[in-house]
C-alpha cells in the first residue's frame, strides 16, 4: 500500500482532480484485473485504448486513475491524475510502488536481435557459479535466485518487473540480468529503472512487423542506451557497425568487445568441434561448452559484462568454462547410430546464418546437413524469403514446415518462403506443412554421421495454430523419432 502522492511525484502531473493523499494498494493497467483501492494507469496500447476502460476499471473497484485524456464525465468519488506520457508514467509510478528495487540491485539490460537470452542467462549462472545471490528476467524462464518463475514475454509489463525486481531484492540478490526487448523500450516498459550496465550484442533483420523500417528498430534500441545513467556501463560489440551507433549520445562509460577487430575486450576461436570449443579471451586460454562465432562472441560479451561489475578475471574464465548452452540453443541430440540433431531457437535470417555457419565450420565433407525450418504467422513478413534463401544455400536438403503459423494459413508462409529460393535450389528442397512429420522425414533422410538442424522454436514447448497453443516440444519430439528409428 502507498500514498498515492508519494507514487506519482516521479511522474510530470500536468493536472489532478481528487485527493491525491488517498492510499492505493495495487496498480494496474489491465482494467480486468482492477480490486478494490487499485490506481488504474489508461495506456493507449498497440492493439486497445486504456482510456476505453477507465469507466469499467471503477466499476471494479479502482479509487484513483492515471490517464492522457481525462473522461468527459468525472465521478466525484475518484482522484484522477493527467500526465502527457501514460505508459512512461506506468514505469515510473510502479517503480515507486516497490520502493524503486533496481536501485537496490546491480541490474544489467541486454539488448539486440540476437543473443540476449544466451547471455542474461549465462551471466546470471556465471555470478550464482561466483556464490552470489542474483536474478534472472528472460525469454525462457524467469529467476529469483534458485526459484523459477513462467516468462510470458521476452520483457515483462512495467508493473510485473518491478515486482520481480522486488521480491529479489527481499530474497537477498545482489545482481539481476534482464533482457531488454525493442518492444519493450518503445512501449517504456523500463521507464524508471536504473541499470548498472546495458549490453548491446547485435543488430540484424527483425520485428519490422512492429518498427516498420531498420531505422526505426535501431532508434528503439539506441533509446535504452540514452537512458543509461553517467555511473553505469555500456558495453557494445565493436563487430557490428551499429554498436557506435547505439553510444552516441549516452552518459554512460562505453567499452567495447570484439572477435573480428580489435576492441577493450577480444576473443578469438582457436578450436571448435560439436562438443565444444577452445577459446582464447582476453589473452587466456579456455575451453567452453559452445560452438560458432556468435557463442564466442556471446561468452565474451558475458566475460566482459562479470569484469565491469568488478570480478576477478581468473574466477570469471574458471566459472565460463564450467557453463552449459541455454535451453534451445545449438542443444545437441545424438541417436545410436550417430546422427546428430541440433535444436536452436534460430528465427531471423542473422540467427539462422550464425547457425548454420558454425555447423558447415564443424562438419567433414562426408556428413550431410539437413536443415528444417519455417517462419512464424502474423510476424515480419518479409524475413521469409530471406530465410529460406540462406537455409537453402547452407545445407543439403531443406525441409520447409509451420512454425507457430498463429492466424496466418501455414500454406501461404511456405509460398512466401519458397520465393527465396530459385529453380536450381528447388531440387533440394521439400515442403511438409506438418512440422512433426518434417522433423521426422529429415531423420529418415539422415545417414550414420549425418547433421540435422531443426531451427526456429528452439525452447518453445508449444506451437500456435488458429489463436491455440497446442503442445510441441522440437527436443520431445526429435529424441522421441530418432529412438523410434535408431535404438
Known sequence: MKILSEIVNSVQVLNSIGNIEIVVTSIE?????????????????????????????????????????????????????????SEKALGLISSAFYNKPSSKLKLVGVTGTNG??????????LVKKLGFKAGLLSTVRNYIDDSAIEATHTTPDAVQINKLLNKMVEAGCEYCFMEVSSHAIDQERVAGLHFAGGLFTNITHDHLDYHKTFAEYIKAKKKFFDGLSSGSFALVNDDDKNGKVMVQNTKAKVKTFAVLTSADFKARIIESHFEGSMLNIDNADVWTYFVGKFNASNLLCVYATAVLLGFEKNDVLTALSELKPVEGRFETIRSQNGITAIIDYAHTPDALQNVLNAINQIRKDNQQLITVVGAGGDRDKTKRPEMARIAVNNCDILILTSDNPRSEEPDSILEDMKTGIDNENRKKMLAIIDRKE???????????????????????????????KHHFDDREITKQILNELYN
Open 438 to 468: 518434417a522433423i521426422r522425414t529429415a531423420c529418415l533422410l539422415a545417414k550414420i554421421g549425418d547433421i540435422i538442424l531443426i531451427a526456429g522454436k528452439g525452447h518453445e514447448t508449444y506451437q500456435e495454430i488458429k489463436g491455440v
Open 116 to 125: 540476449k537470452t544466451t547471455t542474461a542467462t549465462l551471466l546470471y549462472n
Open 29 to 85: 493497467f489491465d482494467s480486468r484485473k482492477v480490486t478494490r483501492q487499485s490506481l488504474f494507469i489508461a495506456v493507449k496500447g498497440t492493439i486497445s485504448d486504456g482510456h476505453q476502460y477507465i469507466d469499467k476499471a471503477i466499476e471494479n473497484g479502482a479509487i484513483a486513475i492515471v490517464c492522457e485524456t481525462l473522461p468527459e464525465k468525472i465521478n466525484n468519488q475518484i482522484t484522477y491524475v493527467l500526465v502527457e506520457n
